[in-house]
């Protein structure tokens, strides 16, 4: 379903009516056109700083380069000589900043290593870099913090300042959004450091439109993550359930997209759309009811026989029943456990005794309704918070076997479900998120494609949000 009152934002006549009014004017995000390419940067400006004790700009020069970005630096910044050392170490040119006045020079992603942060005074360095360059953050621009985890840190006082980090994205978020600008956090863990150029690449492109304000660990990969940037999930086989429509259609393509063979799985009733669906792009249909008793086995003999076992498992099937939990019928809450959260633990079972590559990586779709919660949908906030906790339980398991398993939580995403809501609520479910409208199923697509890539080799137990900064829950 179109959102009608931003494409009238966007016309001379809206924009200018509702800048009289003083009613919001949602940004148009600029989404990824294309696959993953080698040099998704080429020829843009990223601004890039460090505190005064920053430990990745070693890391961060030698990614950007060869992700085609031309990397502008400040005099004035303190961490100037650790950038200008790594720079001579790495061979990586350096260009003083642009001229806010010359916008074909201008940076559009603003990159920040706050690894070296002690305390609350050398927050100030943060500050310094950011705050007189917040009016020169383009439409669709980028923001991208970068710490260590707070529990790397080493005492309590920079422990402290890196957990302060996450405020400061949450809310800088906030403030740039309605420029269909994002601004995210990524706590490298140690061991993580090489780790970074595939994230660094997610972040800083147009794939990663509706996240902002979020918060992602990395955490040392159990497998090298190797340089993959180019078709990254070829010859790969991928899993994906509730594959027939919307947002598990968007996934199925957009895995395929990046060179993955799709096997995609639906009830028997949507077997016409999921033929239709993988068609576009040569997957393979497996219809059945992902409840039934024998339907774990099946999906294992089928993928181990037919192709050799799986290399991503996306779990998208889900439902809901929404009722009060005073009106909710016993088979409602039990249907909706069932299909969002039961099957999703016996089908693993059945694959990680067979059917399941060493090296393969699951992505569980949880929502926002799982960590705000929602009146009437007990039985669907149990399934989605139970699905966080499970991807964290079983990342462990799923490293041993130089794998990984990640969760995406949607916020408000335009699909035939919410095309269904009440005007009223729809409305406020679009424009109660930073980024002033709901997301697409694309948007989700690309988290997915992204948690089931080497590109993000060092995700692992984590649960991403996708949901345009909404309001709810954040």
Not at 22 to 43: I, M, Q, S, V
Not at 70 to 94: E, F, N, R
Not at 385 to 391: D, K, N
């Amino acid at each position: 379903m179109s959102d009608r009152y931003l494409d009238f934002t966007q016309s001379a006549f809206g924009k200018s009516l509702s800048g009289l009014l003083g009613l919001p004017t949602p940004p148009r995000l600029k989404r990824a056109e294309a696959a993953y390419c080698a040099r998704p940067l080429d020829g843009r400006g990223v601004m890039l700083g460090s505190s005064g004790r920053g430990e990745l700009a070693a890391v961060l020069l030698t990614a950007l380069k060869e992700s085609g970005a031309t990397v502008q630096i400040a005099a004035s910044l303190v961490g100037l000589a650790a950038i200008k050392a790594a720079s001579a170490a790495t061979g990586v040119a350096l260009k003083t900043e642009a001229n806010p006045e010359d916008r074909a020079a201008a940076a559009s992603a603003f990159v920040f290593d706050a690894t070296g942060v002690a305390g609350p005074a050398s927050l100030r360095e943060l500050y310094d870099f950011m705050q007189p360059r917040v009016g020169r953050i383009p439409a669709n621009g980028r923001v991208l913090i970068l710490s260590r985890a707070p529990v790397d840190a080493g005492n309590p006082s920079a422990t402290a300042a890196a957990a302060a980090l996450r405020g400061f994205v949450r809310s800088f978020a906030k403030e740039i959004g309605k420029k269909g600008a994002t601004a995210n956090l990524l706590e490298v863990g140690l061991g993580a450091d090489d780790a970074l150029a595939g994230p660094l690449r997610f972040f800083l492109s147009e794939h990663s439109a509706y996240i902002t304000g979020q918060t992602l660990g990395l955490t040392a990969p159990s497998a090298d993550p190797g340089d993959r940037f180019f078709a990254p999930l070829s010859g790969k086989v991928a899993v994906v359930t509730g594959a027939a429509r919307g947002i598990g259609a968007a996934i199925a393509a957009t895995l395929a997209r990046e060179g993955a063979k799709v096997v995609g799985i639906d009830r028997p009733q949507e077997e016409g759309a999921l033929g239709e669906t993988l068609s576009a792009f040569g997957g393979y249909g497996l219809a059945l009811d992902i409840t039934a008793a024998d339907a774990p086995q099946r999906i294992a003999s089928e993928l181990l026989s037919r192709f050799g076992g799986a290399d991503i498992v996306v779990h998208n099937a889900g439902i809901t029943r929404d009722k009060m939990l005073k009106n909710m019928a016993p088979h409602l809450w039990d249907m909706v456990l069932d299909v969002n959260f039961g099957a999703i633990l016996r089908i693993n079972d059945a694959l990680l005794n067979e059917g399941l590559n060493d090296g393969a990586r699951m992505v569980c779709i949880s929502s926002i309704g799982g960590i705000a919660g929602n009146a009437g949908q007990t039985n669907y906030g149990a399934t989605k918070a139970g699905v966080m906790g499970y991807v964290e339980a079983l990342a462990a398991t799923m490293a041993k076997r130089g794998g990984a398993i990640n969760a995406v939580a949607p916020g408000f995403i335009e699909t035939a479900m919410t095309a269904q809501m009440p005007t009223g609520p729809r409305e406020v479910g679009r424009r109660l998120a930073s980024l002033g409208q709901g997301g697409l199923p694309i948007d989700i697509a690309e988290a997915v494609t992204f948690l089931a890539s080497p590109l993000a080799a060092a995700v692992n137990g984590r649960t991403l949000r996708v949901c345009g900064q909404n309001f709810v829950g954040a």
